[in-house]
């Protein structure tokens, strides 16, 4: 026995030290001379040098607006996001006083218009007949395998679901807007179910699995679906239903919905094409930004002994700028945005939301934290890198703190972004398999050398 366990070990340390050794062989030949990029003018992440994307597609589901023109100069402007030519701003405020705000909006994203009262409620009705999982995929798929990361359950599920459909790989646009449905309506109760079932099998903590009710809209079954009790307040139904609808789509250019086209224009079937748009999303620079932000704000208040003192927060903020202080990146994140120069509409509209909800819990200490937070960032930044421009807060700053103020756990912020990010996919895929009929094939230029085969015994 003692034999065996001192061989193991002895196994154990050989295999450390051989995948060491593959790791300084990966890394020894496979570095890019970066002067390269710039003798061949490659367009690094598909942007232009001033960091404008480079055009690679057309879209009628979204524009993303930062700028005007002046004289024939770009010239930064307040942000402006459309929804298939609607402001976002004027559809926040069409659906006041409704309970299906995000369903109206997911309409318009996948139809291209807005709805009549008929055509409404007779996709309402559509809508709730899908949000239903089978017991049989709860307990055999879900259930099993559960781990920390939603996102990944959330790639499971889904590429799961591709063996419960009766027709998967059909991508005629009738076939895939029946799934996309059925994807938009199932994936909340995959995300709470998994997180459930990992608070129980991880965690060890009662696990319950409560049904949708028909009549909820999608906002309110997530919380009721979610919260231990059940229950949920108006404002905070009508606060998640904004923020579902504001992180519904962004462009055609963003990582994840580039994603779906170039997956999509494969001629691949659509829980591929989902599955593929989720795993993108889920990476640190993209939708699991938003958790950064969180971690970044738990660190300073370790941090800053009081925080409403100005001069302290704008000290250890400065820290954080100059790679000294929480992980050493440099950024401060919910800070600037790629598109957007003098403001993010999604913050702007959000943090009026995060406003009303602070003050019913009784939390505007909170708020107010965030918001100093929000206005010393921007003049640090502006002052760091010598520009006069305003540094915009984006959507990503405020959404954490309304995710904690709705009861929604850390493991959740991600996959919330996909449930409302999943509408625009779909208007995107459906209108990638409509119009484009070309596989997404972008060029790379071989900058290696081309060498002789030699011989194993001549190596």
């Known amino acids: 026995m003692l034999d065996k366990l001192i061989m193991d070990v002895a196994d154990e340390g050989t295999t450390k030290e051989n995948i060491r050794s593959l790791e300084e062989t990966l890394l020894s030949n496979h570095r890019i001379d970066p002067n390269l990029y710039l003798e061949y003018d490659v367009k690094r992440g598909l942007r232009d040098s001033d960091g404008k994307g480079v055009l690679t597609g057309l879209t009628e589901v979204s524009d993303v607006c930062s700028y005007t023109s002046e004289n024939g100069e770009r010239v930064p402007a307040e942000g402006e996001l459309y929804y298939q030519g609607i402001n976002v701003y004027d559809i926040i405020e069409g659906v006041q006083g409704k309970r299906y705000g995000f369903e109206e909006t997911i309409y318009l ?74 994807l938009i309506n199932k994936l909340p109760l995959i995300a709470v179910y998994s997180y459930h079932s990992y608070c129980h099998f991880r965690k060890d903590e009662t696990l ?3 049904n949708p009710k028909k009549e909820f809209s999608l906002a309110e079954n997530i919380l009721h679906l979610l919260h231990k009790d059940g229950k949920f307040t108006e404002l905070e139904a009508k606060v998640l239903d904004v923020a579902l609808i504001l992180h519904a789509e962004h462009g055609g250019g963003n990582n994840s919905t580039f994603t779906t086209h170039v997956v999509t224009s494969s001629g691949t079937d659509t829980y591929s094409s989902m599955a593929a748009s989720i795993g993108s999303l889920k990476g640190p620079r993209h939708g699991g930004a938003n958790l950064k932000v969180q971690k970044m704000f738990e660190d300073i208040k370790a941090n800053v002994t009081d925080l409403t003192d100005e001069a302290l927060l704008a000290s250890y903020l400065q820290k954080i700028l100059d790679k000294k202080a929480f992980d050493g990146s440099g950024l401060i994140y919910g800070m600037g945005h790629a598109v957007y120069t003098l403001s993010d509409p999604r913050e702007v509209i959000l943090k009026k939301y995060a406003k009303e909800l602070a003050a019913e819990k009784d939390l505007m200490d909170e708020f107010n934290f965030y918001e100093r937070v929000e206005k010393i960032a921007s003049e640090l930044i502006m002052k760091q890198k010598n520009i006069t421009k305003n540094v915009c807060a984006n959507v990503d700053f405020y959404s954490g703190l309304v995710y904690n103020m709705l009861g929604i756990p850390e493991e959740l912020f991600t996959p919330f972004f996909a449930i409302a990010r999943i509408p625009g996919w779909s208007a995107h895929r459906l209108e990638e398999l409509l119009n484009a009929n070309k596989i997404i094939r972008p060029a790379y230029k071989y900058v290696g050398t081309h060498t002789q085969y030699t011989p194993a015994e001549d190596r």
Do not use: H, W
């Open 109 to 182: 994203l996948i139809f291209g218009k807005l709805p009549t009262e008929k055509e409404f409620q007779m996709f309402l009705n559509v809508m709730s007949d899908l949000q239903t999982l089978g017991g049989r995929f709860v307990r055999d798929v879900i259930m099993k395998a559960s781990n920390s990361n939603i996102m990944n359950a959330l790639q499971r599920c889904v590429l799961t679901l591709y063996s419960y459909d009766s027709n998967p790989d059909d991508i005629s646009p009738n076939n895939v807007l029946r799934q996309s449905l059925e």
């Open 208 to 210: 319950f699995i409560r």
